[in-house]
């Protein structure tokens, strides 16, 4: 459900009165004011709450916090709101330091009650049932017999900064779901044991795909043999198609001096996630966020024609960005990553059309790794907080919204949601439990050409400003393949895996037909491995399917007298014997077509 489509709907109301119940059970446990409340907004598939109390929570509080919820369920009290004056609320939450900081910012016309900016008239206001009150703006249920309660469940404790600042104190946050019905509740709770199961943090061990090292530091991640070759693969095939859809590729270094990011705007706007400056020769370098200043920079090294236009510069560029350690999570949140970067320079004539061409070179590869399902979302101009041509950013947008009716995508409008630079296209890929995944952006710059001056000689003899893009298409090389293993569950397409096969000799006097097998397949370009170990059988089997090896190829003397192999695959299914040539063509069809989605 789309974010705009949630707010106020039937289940954003059941969660948002199940979240006012859970914060009455904490209460409950810790009374007399030891629980400080702050703040319990639904989220996306739940809600959670905040709260500062006196001792750590655990999982029998859970459980007893749950009771409680379902005996307030059981009854029926109705949600009642209540408008009131600041002095009026601040006396109901004499006791709640947070509550009291919220009622300062709703006093204020800044911030609501969950902390947020806010640009409408406030009003201030309070919802209660049975003896509980809470500083909310609702809306809600209409009471608590509208809440089953067989479809709620408390899900675990996480630690939360209040109002997301390390500087505040930490507070202990409780995440919760509710559903319409408890068959909801179920599939739900089924879909959240299938995504630990492919958690990709656990499958890169499992599998010996990466690790991270506090020797090293926290976010950096190290690509063991098996994730390399996934990334190479993954990078190859993008490199080949980026060539065939007109791109040139460049490589730009890891510093630049601070006079780069001071032109920018990035030691502006962007200092705090840059790491502090190395002073090298008495100048100040400064590790690199983005690879965009670098791109402007080849552009500038020569005077630039309408002639040379359109310009397709891609670059696999490492960059560094200082994350909290708070966010920081496997490889989808980390502080050194490569991204598959790429600047288009066009002039307005050709911008349409280098809409359209990016989009569906996106979707192109994107299919290309077995993604069939996409939302996007066109991020749009904000007046009061873009100022500038307004004709630009019309043209633009109508340009990205016409892209994307034409490719026939499911979109949604972020109204007012672009960066001041620029509006965008995010492409979300929903992956096999449904979930969105931001991977490709395509977004819009008119500040850095601006502010580096770029132009080119159009046909009238006269100096024009360039249309610049950014393109980020998988958006990094570690996070997409915390993707790709989350989606896969770790199973990767035949092409991709990093051993594609395994051959099982059943007796020590099959290993030298195995090891011809070996060479033949290597030599056809096939990644295997052979299984000598003195192991029974059905244990290597098992063995290989736990690093989810595509072919399990099992060779005893029937098979060496027939000069075949005897195929399992890793989902269990048993194929007749078959020749080693025959399994290379089955194998080169899976490879060639791969992207035949």
Not at 185 to 210: I, M, Q, T, V, W
Not at 285 to 308: A, E, G, Q, V, W
Not at 403 to 421: H, K, S
């Amino acid at each position: 459900m789309a974010k705009d489509n949630y707010l106020g709907s039937e289940l954003w109301r059941i969660r948002h009165s199940t979240a006012h119940v859970m914060a009455q059970a904490v209460r409950d446990i810790f009374p007399e004011g030891a629980a400080k409340i702050a703040i319990g907004p639904p989220i996306a598939d739940g809600f959670y709450y905040d709260f500062d109390l006196p001792r750590p929570l655990t999982p029998a509080d859970l459980e007893e916090i749950e009771k409680r919820m379902r005996k307030v369920l059981s009854e029926e009290h109705e949600f009642i709101r209540r408008e009131l004056s600041a002095d009026e609320a601040r006396e109901i939450f004499k006791d709640q330091t947070y509550k009291q900081d919220l009622i300062a910012g709703l006093e204020a016309g800044g911030f609501d009650e969950y902390g947020e900016p806010i640009e409408e008239d406030t009003v201030i206001s309070t919802y209660s049932h049975d003896d509980f009150v809470d500083l909310c703006r609702g809306p809600h249920v209409g009471s608590t017999k509208d809440l089953n309660p067989k479809a709620i469940k408390l899900l675990n404790v996480a630690g939360a900064y209040w109002r997301g600042d390390e500087r505040n104190p930490m507070l202990q946050r409780i995440y919760g779901t509710a559903w319409r019905t408890e068959q909801e509740l179920n599939k739900y709770l089924h879909k959240l044991e299938e995504a630990k199961k492919r958690d990709h943090r656990r499958l890169g061990k499992d599998l010996d795909l990466y690790s991270t090292n506090p020797d090293i530091g926290s976010g950096l991640v190290l690509w063991h043999p098996n994730g390399a070759y996934v990334r190479y693969k993954a990078e190859q095939y993008c490199m080949d198609e980026h060539l065939k859809n007109g791109y040139e590729f460049v490589y730009t270094p890891h510093i630049g001096k601070a006079q780069l990011w001071e032109t920018s705007g990035h030691l502006t706007w962007y200092d705090e996630y840059m790491y502090s400056a190395l002073d090298i020769d008495g100048d100040p370098y400064f590790l690199k966020p983005m690879n965009c200043p670098f791109h402007i920079m080849i552009y500038k090294n020569s005077l630039r024609s309408y002639r040379d236009l359109p310009l397709r510069w891609a670059e696999w560029g490492t960059v560094y960005r200082y994350e909290r350690s708070g966010v920081l999570h496997g490889m989808l949140r980390v502080r050194g990553f490569t991204q598959d970067d790429a600047h288009i320079f066009c002039s307005p004539e050709q911008m349409p059309d280098e809409i359209d061409r990016v989009l569906n070179f996106c979707l192109h590869i994107l299919r290309g790794f077995g993604m069939k399902e996409f939302h996007a979302y066109l991020a749009t101009r904000d007046p009061d907080k873009s100022p500038g041509d307004s004709e630009r950013w019309d043209d633009a947008t109508e340009a990205l919204r016409a892209a994307l009716e034409r490719a026939q995508l499911p979109f949604d409008i972020d109204e007012g949601g672009a960066a001041f630079y620029g509006p965008k296209i995010d492409l979300k890929m929903i992956d096999a439990l449904d979930r969105e995944w931001q991977l490709s952006t395509i977004q819009f710059d008119f500040n850095l050409p601006d502010r580096f001056d770029l132009t080119y000689i159009a046909e009238d003899g006269k100096q024009h400003r360039p249309y610049m893009i950014h393109r980020a298409l998988l958006g990094s090389m570690e996070r997409f393949m915390g993707v790709l293993v989350e989606h896969y569950g770790g199973a990767f397409p035949f092409w991709l895996a990093p051993t594609q096969a395994v051959l099982i000799p059943i007796t020590d006097r099959n290993l030298p037909y195995v090891e011809k097998a070996a060479e033949q397949l290597r030599e056809n370009g096939i990644r295997v491995k052979v299984d000598s170990r003195t192991d029974r059988m059905g244990a290597k089997i098992r063995d290989a399917e736990k690093l989810k090896i595509p072919y399990m190829l099992v060779v005893g003397d029937r098979e060496e007298e027939a000069g075949t192999v005897a195929p399992r695959l890793r989902t269990g299914d048993q194929l007749d014997p078959i020749s080693i040539e025959e399994l290379l063509v089955r194998m080169s069809e899976e490879i060639k077509n791969h992207d035949q989605v």
